[in-house]
């Protein structure tokens, strides 16, 4: 991670040579923001929650501003609450927004990564008689969904039988960028997954377990397939709720063999026992090196679209050859929907790519979080927006280094609502009681608006670390006002704050602020 002093430098040579065309856009300074109105409070039912569970004023911080939607190119914004918004907190998984909107305005939301597939060999008579040469450029969809598409366009170049090796080029990413790290040491997580520039699935296992609707079994299925995966099933059924049905499932993924080959025979194992109420769950896991990953994935996908191989394929590093050439580029699908699923479902992975794509387009391979960080500063600059306490260690919140201010992330929702990528951003966002990790919040509150033609909305994007919650978005308030309202909350006993965050939020699609609140 990249020291402000040592970055200098290079975010000024970075705004003459690509952010100037912002420029020529309003400015979004802190003039836009009137603190003569700021109310230096906390919202009373707030207070009373975070008394409730002992979580010190000190530890909260809160910005709402009221946003005026004006003309194009001319947006107002009124400061309602300021409590400790100037702190520089721990965002959580918040920062995402500052991922999504950068990747959004700097990239187009119609941009699409491409996977290249290069041969060192020939097509004859529905043979390629040569090795296949994957280079990837950081998709952070490549599902199977995606890949079944990219099978299809092999078989349309007349393929239908593979007699040569897999070959992976990840060179679009630094080395550093592509390791293991975690924050809590769970690395068969699937949101501690690592970048990787041929991504597959987010390389995680998701087994789906349910009791069988026409016998008194478990069914266990998976994907996506891998072409040497069995799956054993010593589970038994009990009478018990389906509350903390992981507890009792054991789970063991072991190659048969001597584990050396990317190819080789591997056996899922699940025993132990699972509730007879549980109607469906997933167990994902992440058990499996990328390269065995990649390769299982890929040979199951092509033997599923009707492909053969002359020999089961073991796929291995290595770098496109000059004398190779080109069979296709595959486009994935567009950044919009990345960003859907990124801010809905707080997705790290896809958003720790999408910072690593921003320094791929910006300032070539092999890509670097540094760098990623330096656009998205040099960005920030273009717009007008300064941020010295800005960190960004890796763009997707994980992280105990990464910070900002509430007002800072405020601030940048304002902006946002004078970009192109407005309404994709806007849409982006959770919705409480409705989908994403917003899905159950608010619920009972928003009952109360039902009769309502115009019905009010909290599009929020939520964070949870140990120690941290954080929510940050808009509210559409009863009478149609616009809110842009940041909080975090860095405690021990943060995770007790959901409520606070709740109040506040109720609180405002209440049209809470008012005028002649007290201080």
């Known amino acids: 991670m990249c020291t402000k002093s040592s970055t200098l430098s290079v975010i000024s040579l970075l705004a003459f040579l690509w952010v100037s065309p912002l420029i020529t856009r309003q400015a979004y300074s802190a003039d836009l923001v009137s603190q003569e109105t700021a109310l230096q409070y906390i919202p009373k039912a707030v207070a009373a929650s975070l008394e409730k569970n002992q979580i010190p004023k000190e ?12 003309r194009p190119g001319k947006i107002s914004a009124k400061t309602e609450v300021d409590w400790r918004s100037k702190q520089a907190m721990n965002p959580a998984s918040t920062m995402k927004l500052v991922t999504t909107l950068a990747g959004l305005d700097v990239l187009g939301p119609q941009y ?15 043979t390629l008689k040569g090795n296949l040469y994957l280079q990837g450029t950081g998709d952070p969809k490549l599902v199977p969904e995606e890949m079944a598409k990219l099978m299809k366009a092999l078989q349309n170049l007349g393929i239908q039988k593979i007699d040569g090796n897999l070959f992976f080029d990840r060179s679009a990413y630094a080395p550093n960028a592509m390791e293991h790290n975690t924050i809590d040491g769970e690395s068969l997580r699937a949101y501690n997954v690592p970048p990787d520039p041929l991504l597959y699935a987010f390389r995680t296992l998701s087994f789906q377990l349910g009791k069988s609707r026409t016998a008194d079994f478990i069914d266990i299925s998976y994907t996506p397939l891998l072409s040497q995966l069995k799956v054993i099933n010593q589970m038994q059924l009990i009478d018990q709720s389906c509350d903390n049905w992981k507890s009792s499932i054991r789970f063991n993924l072991d190659p048969e063999g001597d584990g050396a080959s990317t190819n080789q025979l591997l056996t899922a194992q699940f025993s132990g026992s699972f509730p007879n109420t549980c109607k469906g769950v997933n167990y994902n896991v992440v058990a499996l090196d990328a390269n065995t990953f990649l390769t299982q994935g890929f040979a199951a996908a092509w033997e599923l679209a009707g ?18 050439r080109l069979l296709l580029q595959f486009e994935g699908i ?36 540094e760098n990623g960080e330096l656009v998205i500063q040099s960005w920030l600059k273009g717009l007008g927006l300064q941020f010295p306490e800005l960190v960004i260690e890796n763009g997707s919140g994980l992280s105990r280094n990464e910070a900002i201010s509430a007002e800072h992330m405020t601030q940048l929702l304002v902006a946002a609502r004078n970009l192109s990528a407005a309404d994709i951003f806007y849409n982006s966002l959770p919705i409480a009681g409705t989908d994403g990790t917003m899905r159950n919040r608010l619920m009972a509150h928003l009952r109360k608006f039902l009769h309502l033609k115009k019905k009010p909305e909290a599009r929020i994007k939520t964070g949870s670390l140990a120690d941290v919650r954080a929510i940050s978005g808009y509210v559409m308030s009863k009478s149609g006002k616009l809110y842009a309202v940041t909080s975090f909350i860095n405690h021990p006993n943060a995770w007790k704050g959901l409520e606070a965050h709740d109040q506040l939020l109720a609180w405002l699609l209440d049209d809470g602020p008012e005028p002649k609140q007290a201080r």
Not at 112 to 126: E, F, S
Not at 360 to 369: F, Q, S, V
Request: net charge positive; hydrophobic share 40%.
């Open 112 to 126: 699409r990564w491409r996977t290249n597939v290069y041969t060192d060999g020939l097509i004859r008579q529905g």
């Open 334 to 369: 567009a950044l919009a929907d990345d960003v859907q699923d990124i801010n809905k479902y707080s997705n790290n992975v896809m958003a720790r790519q999408l910072m690593l794509t921003l320094a791929l387009e910006k300032m070539g391979k092999p890509a670097t979080t």
């Open 59 to 70: 530890a909260i911080s809160i910005s709402v501003l009221e946003i005026g939607l004006g």
């Open 307 to 324: 492909g053969t191989w002359t020999q089961a394929p073991t796929g291995k590093p290595g770098t496109v050859p000059l004398a190779s």
